[in-house]
């Protein structure tokens, strides 16, 4: 006993001062590593800075763009929809002038650059602003003139001079950036060098010690070293598999360390697998466009995978890029880690915007000249009596199937609208009796032929904030639907009822119910239930799922009882408006 603690004396003596000298080495690496890692992460913040002044300064172009166009479309065409370009323009393009205000640094070259370019922005809009005013005012010749001047057109050339003086400039300190970062890498490798020896020096001292103890290190080791093999067999197994996903795959630990990287997600940002998984970790600028990919992390659960559609990046390429994600956590011990699978949908957001676009330019074009047959055909109904007999019948299918493509192709307007959140809201203060006794009288002509009667119960004659016209849209489909479902010679019932701060507004018929396998889907477009009849009846699909975001878009909800055989209840919640005392 007494031979084994002199030796152990000995071993201490004699390699005491190769730890401590270790122990210092390591302390000054992990000095220079924090002032690494403090100068990468200032890097990636001027980085997201760059990426955000660019960003809003291309939305603020885009805003001034549509107030130019706006303003000449209302010009040339008088038609309102230009004039809510316009409107809608000024509105985003203050929201996009303050944002890229509060982005830029607080440098005096911005402060310069703000002071030349916003002028010429104002003066952009005042040139617009009076083009718009001119029309409404019933002059568009002056607007005509007002546009010769050329006023507005010299301040947007300076404003897209600047922007791209903006935009040069970003440049150059991306570039100084990038300099910064490759010396920080060339420091880093030094530091990793650096980190080799010390980890040399730790493990002679360490096989020092294993050999002091021989037998029982010897077996330890043995085990280690089998279960470090069969690890980096899975290891390989696994990064194998993953490599052949076309789909960016990658494990992060909590630490924010990335654990494990496919080759796809290399490309996606430029980076190599190798610099992804090093020790210092990705460079600023591939971290900066990872970090749509890997915000949420800190969300995931183990309960349960958190999943995200459409998540927009930066690729390598400067090329925009959607992707759908899930992320799961995996079980480790101490700290967990988590999975993220990336699908690349970036084809069928292109497809879908596509389609967007194909089918608002379709009914754009549509709406204007079946406008124009509509009131031919109304024109020739003026002269029915001069008429052959067998023409009228004609005359009358002609005239209804122009109204139902005109009310579908403002539908689909309407739904490209709130699709796009740009569907005008005017909240006012109405009492409900007069907004139901209105839609009720608007739809007595279109029961009467179906012998179908509209009763208006008495109910609380309170007060909304609503939008009078949009709510009387939603009643409008209510109605039609209800009138069109019911049997003839029947009755549809409106009722209102006042609960603690709100009223509920009912629509009934008592026609054959909604069958239970189309209720989930009563809310969606292009869906129909029933639909050989609702083609004899006309319909397009679509006037309930506009009705549902209209009335949320209210503060509302939207809902229904059905009884196959007994009829269907349509329900509206809204919030009472609040009267000033």
Known sequence: MRTGASDLKRFLNRYNFAFLASLLLLGVLYTEGRRNEHALRAANT???????????????????????????????TGQPQFAETFESGRLRLRDARAQLK?????????????????????????????????????????????????????????V??????????????????????????????????????AAGVLLMSAVLAINFQAEKRRQALARARNGESQQRRQHAFLRTIIDTDENPIFVRDLAGRFVLVNK?????????????????GPSADCLAMLQPLITHDADVTPDAPWRQDAVQMIDAAWQ?????????????????????????????????????EFVSTVSH?????????????????????????????????????????????????????????????????????????HSVAAHEGYAQPMNVELVLHEGPDVQLRVDADRFAQVMANLLSNAIKHSPAGDIVEIQSEQLEGAVEI????????????????????????????????????????????????????????????????????????????
């Open 264 to 280: 796809a997600l290399g490309e996606l940002v430029g980076c190599s697998v190798e610099e992804l998984e090093g020790d210092a």
């Open 160 to 197: 897209r001079k600047h922007l791209l003086q903006l935009q040069a400039h970003e440049e150059r300190r991306l570039a100084q950036r990038n300099a910064g970062i490759n010396d920080q890498t060339a420091r880093t490798r030094l530091l990793r060098l650096a980190m080799v020896i």
């Open 46 to 76: 001027a980085a997201m800075q760059t990426m955000s002044v660019m960003s809003n300064s291309q939305r603020m172009l885009s805003a001034l763009q549509d107030v130019e166009s706006g303003a000449r479309g209302f010009l040339i």
């Open 365 to 437: 074009e549509l709406r204007t000249p079946l406008t124009s047959v509509r009131g031919a055909l109304d024109l020739l109904g003026g002269f029915a009596q001069t008429l052959p007999g067998d023409a009228l019948p004609l005359l009358d299918i002609a005239r209804k199937n122009t109204e139902r493509l005109l009310r579908l192709i403002n539908d689909i307007l309407d739904l490209q609208k709130i699709e796009a959140g740009q569907l005008t809201m005017v909240p006012a203060v109405h009492g409900l009796r007069g907004l139901l006794a």
């Open 506 to 581: 009912s629509v009934r018929d008592h026609g054959r119910g909604i069958p239970k396998a189309f209720r989930p889907h009563v809310f969606e477009r292009f869906t129909q239930a029933e639909s050989n009849d609702a083609r004899r009846k006309g319909g397009t699909g679509l006037g309930l799922a506009i009705a549902k975001s209209m009335i949320e878009q209210m503060g509302g909800t939207i809902g229904f009882d059905t009884i196959e055989g007994t009829g269907t209840t349509f329900h509206i919640l809204l919030p009472l408006a609040e009267v000033d005392a």
């Open 102 to 158: 509060a982005a830029m640094p607080a440098e005096s070259w911005y402060r310069t650059w703000w002071q030349r370019i916003d002028p010429h922005i104002d003066a952009r809009v005042r040139a617009s602003m009076a083009v718009v005013e001119a029309v409404r005012q019933g002059a568009p010749e002056l607007g005509t003139r007002l546009v010769k001047t050329n006023a507005g057109s010299v301040a947007m050339e300076e």
């Open 320 to 356: 925009p890029r959607w992707f759908q994600i899930v992320k799961r956590a995996l079980p480790g011990e101490g700290m967990g880690s988590v999975l993220t699978v990336a699908v690349d949908v970036s084809e069928r957001m292109r497809a879908q915007r596509v389609k967007d």
